[in-house]
């Protein structure tokens, strides 16, 4: 068993080397780049950790954003929907009120219409009634020969007119 | 180490001095640059190129990057579990002694003798194993002392001690404590050693059937060889898990000098 047979003449040696490797090991490796190493690490976790939070803090904001959009547009929709209401009454009360004056206009009209077919039928009748007479006076005065007075003449066609 | 058949399993971890450095000492004491030394100096460049791989310092990790991470990043929790908040200082060290002993158990792992290179895993001697343990052994103790002064010896008295046993207690957990750099050394040592004793004897196993003729090879060799395939699945295995249980121990005796019971 070399480990026990060498030990005497290879025991200095193979203490030397070992605290010497490992000594350089501990102090350029483990003292120099293992904290580097460790700290990018730690870099990186606080980075992950911060931008969790970033992402959190933003979830946060759009949810609160969204709540304040949601109340605004029900506010506006409650708004148009008064304005809406509101147009429309205005709109059946201005329709109401020209039809109504419209309606007076209408029968305005037709009144004075009437009225003045009444007055042509009475000035037609006037008319009628006066031909009639002289057609009376001529037709006497050619058949019998007799001068009638206007006045008679008239009085007996309006009988004979209306009966 | 092949002579007429006869494998000698033990020679593989025999300590060579290379480059011809035999004369170097310092102080009287001989300190070749060996097989041993030159392995050891070979984790260090590996585990250097590693780190030195994943400290591009991106904020979307690539892969290399992500290995090393995962690597600080498991000792770090490691650490956080066994200490606590108090362990993170600890994790240079731990680290440190962790990938050291990976790195050198699963390069000793590696079949280089396809390529020539005959690889030497100097966790396999205690003498290396002991100087990994004894250190991490000092660190308990100075902490402990540091910390906690005299108050550190009430670590021989646990918690819920009855009173008639305290004359016994305190011996056995002197001695449990004692045992500490002894168990981490020869732990780690003797799995590795183990391992490729059995690797070797298999080996010898199929060289020496098949050099028997078709029969033996067939009977003995085939087995064999399937055999060490399996045990070099294992032994990857014990590789990984002698370095974190070496890691586990340190940090769970780093608990007690920093927490006490």
Same mark, same amino acid.
């Given at each position: 068993?070399p480990?026990?047979?060498q030990l ?8 030397f080397?070992?605290?010497?490797f ?16 460790? @700290? ?10 911060d ?11 759009a949810?609160?954003q969204?709540?304040?959009? +949601? ?5 506006q929709? /409650?708004?148009?929907?008064a ?7 205005? /709109? ?5 009120t020209?039809l109504?004056?419209a ?5 305005? +009209?037709? /009144?004075?219409? @009437? ?6 039928r009475?000035?037609?009748l006037?008319e ?7 057609? /009376? ?5 050619r ?10 003449? +008239? ?7 209306n009966? | ?5 006869k ?6 971890f ?5 480059f011809?450095?035999d004369?170097?000492e ?32 991106q ?19 490691l650490?956080?579990?066994?200490v ?8 240079p060290?731990?680290f440190?002694?962790f990938m ?10 590696l079949?280089l ?6 690889p ?7 003498s ?25 010896f009430?670590?021989?008295v646990p ?6 046993l ?14 500490r750099?002894?168990?981490?050394a ?25 050099n ?5 090879g ?10 060490m395939?399996a ?12 370095a ?18």
């Amino acid at each position: 068993m070399p480990q026990i047979a060498q030990l005497s003449e290879t025991y200095a040696s193979q203490i030397f080397w070992v605290l010497l490797f490992f000594g350089l090991i501990f102090f350029v490796i483990g003292k120099g780049m293992v904290p580097k190493v460790m @700290e990018t690490v730690a870099v990186r976790d606080k980075q992950i950790a911060d931008d969790l939070a970033a992402a959190e803090a933003a979830r946060k904001a759009a949810d609160s954003q969204e709540e304040a959009w +949601r109340v605004a547009a029900n506010t506006q929709r /409650a708004e148009a929907q008064a304005l809406i209401a509101k147009a429309k009454g205005e /709109a059946a009360k201005a329709t109401e009120t020209r039809l109504a004056s419209a309606n007076t206009v209408i029968d305005q +009209r037709l /009144a004075e219409a @009437e009225q003045r077919i009444a007055g042509a039928r009475a000035g037609a009748l006037e008319e009628i009634e006066t031909v009639a007479t002289e057609a /009376a006076g001529d037709i006497v005065a050619r058949l019998a020969g007799v001068t009638v007075d206007a006045a008679a003449a +008239r009085v007996a066609v309006k009988e004979a007119l209306n009966g | 180490m092949a002579e007429a058949g006869k494998v000698d399993p033990m020679h593989q971890f025999t300590i060579e001095p290379m480059f011809g450095t035999d004369h170097w000492e310092i102080a009287g004491y001989s300190i070749p640059f060996t097989n041993s030394a030159l392995w050891m100096a070979i984790t260090t460049v590996a585990l250097f190129l590693f780190v030195w791989g994943g400290m591009k310092r991106q904020l979307v990790p690539g892969r290399w990057q992500m290995a090393v991470e995962s690597m600080t990043s498991f000792v770090d929790n490691l650490l956080a579990a066994n200490v606590g908040p108090a362990g993170k200082k600890y994790v240079p060290y731990i680290f440190s002694l962790f990938m050291f002993i990976l790195f050198a158990n699963v390069l000793g792992l590696l079949p280089l003798m396809l390529v020539g290179v005959h690889p030497f895993t100097f966790t396999s001697h205690f003498s290396a194993t002991g100087v990994l343990a004894i250190m991490s052994f000092a660190i308990v103790l100075i902490v402990g002392f540091w910390r906690h002064g005299f108050h550190f010896f009430s670590l021989f008295v646990p918690h819920g001690t009855p009173l008639w046993l305290i004359w016994l207690i305190p011996v056995i957990e002197l001695v449990s404590f004692l045992v500490r750099p002894f168990s981490l050394a020869l732990r780690l040592f003797v799995a590795m050693m183990a391992g490729h004793v059995l690797l070797e004897v298999l080996s010898s196993f199929v060289i020496d059937s098949m050099n028997s003729g078709a029969l033996w090879g067939t009977v003995v060799g085939l087995p064999s060889f399937l055999l060490m395939i399996a045990i070099c699945a294992l032994e990857i295995l014990v590789a990984g898990i002698q370095a974190y249980v070496f890691a586990l121990l340190t940090s769970l005796y780093l608990n007690d000098a920093e927490n006490l019971h």
